[in-house]
């Protein structure tokens, strides 16, 4: 059995020692599954962007190690992805064999038919439990499924999708979309498509400028998206009643940590908003309280930098009290929820920020996609 994992995990610079193994422990629900039905397991992943090239410090040996110790039994460490000695280490049934980061060979990303097939031929299932790389068009996620009988998604994939479909297809209401960031390019097709689904869209981050300023309120020296003022003025004009912008700021002269800082209604020449104020905070928490649904991507403001993190974690803590589902998107938003303490408060939350961005976006993934087409194909008559 194949199985396309997500174990992009961040190393320290030298690339030896894991500094976050919970995309490890997030894929052995599948694993620890594949293992109990006796089957001989091959898991593969990318790490970092090598662009094609053998890099040490991209290796996936550390997680060898880390997922050994995680399953309790041996776990061996292929030195390549595809070739002759990988295909001689072949797995026994009850064992595990790990591959080389797949981007070493440029062929993972260019979804080379003859690469795809050199990974085909190692397994007779495939399986693909790597939601944050569902939205990548590679061999590992797209070009494999053609090439096995068997194909489909593993128990993560399958959780990812339940929860973000459930989200923004079929959603308890209220439901709520808690958006911030630092770009509307980021979140245009998020906005647009959320629109639709939400019941209100409540704005925060830098991206709220860009909003602010197409609709001629003050911005100072805010960042604004000069390019995106008018897209932004459009999206107001969609979303009516249903999008929220900050009714104050928190602003201060020069970003630096402990700046001196202000809250004003109004953004003076000279200043610069770096998180939502606390009317603001009050205002998105009440109608967060209201809510049955709470999708959020992205910060509130400069959450990394203290103390420029209260309306983000406010925010996290105003969405762990609610009685809402809550579904949260990878990335900032994931460190927010963390760093406010509610993680464990919190219904789901995403394993891939790019690939969540794009489901939120109504963009069918291609690793969901061609899975799908594989399940439709099996199905003709």
Known sequence: MFIRVDFNVPLTADGKEITSDKRIRASLPTIQYALE???????????GRPKGKRRREMSLAPVALRLSELLGRPVRMAADSIGPEVAAMRPKPGEVLLLENLRFHSEE???????????????DIYVNDAFGSAHRAHASTVGMVSQLPISAAGLLMDKELEWLGRAVKNPERPCV???????????IEVIENLIKVVDKVLIGGAMAYTFLQAKNEPTGRSLVEADKVELARELLKKGEEKLKLPL?????????????????????SDQIGVDI???????????????????WNGPMGIFEMPPFNEGTEAL??????????????????????????????????????GASLEFLAGYELPGVGALAEKAARIAEP
């Open 177 to 187: 979309a808690l958006l911030g960031g630092a770009k509307v390019s980021d979140k």
């Open 277 to 295: 104020g606390p009317k603001t905070i009050e205002e998105y928490a009440r109608i967060i309280s209201m809510a049955r649904t709470v999708i």
């Open 316 to 353: 996290a803590k105003a969405v762990a009290a609610s009685q809402a589902i809550s579904v949260v998107g990878g990335g900032d938003s994931e460190k927010a929820i963390k760093n406010a303490g509610v993680a464990d408060k919190i219904t789901h939350i995403s394993t891939g920020g």
């Open 248 to 268: 104050d700021h928190v602003v201060v002269h020069e970003i630096r940590p402990g700046a001196s800082h202000d809250v004003v209604e109004t953004i003076g």
């Open 109 to 123: 990303e260019a979804n080379d038919a003859d690469f795809s097939k050199q990974l085909a031929s190692l397994a």
């Open 37 to 47: 039905h006796s089957a001989a397991v091959i898991l593969a992943s990318h790490l």
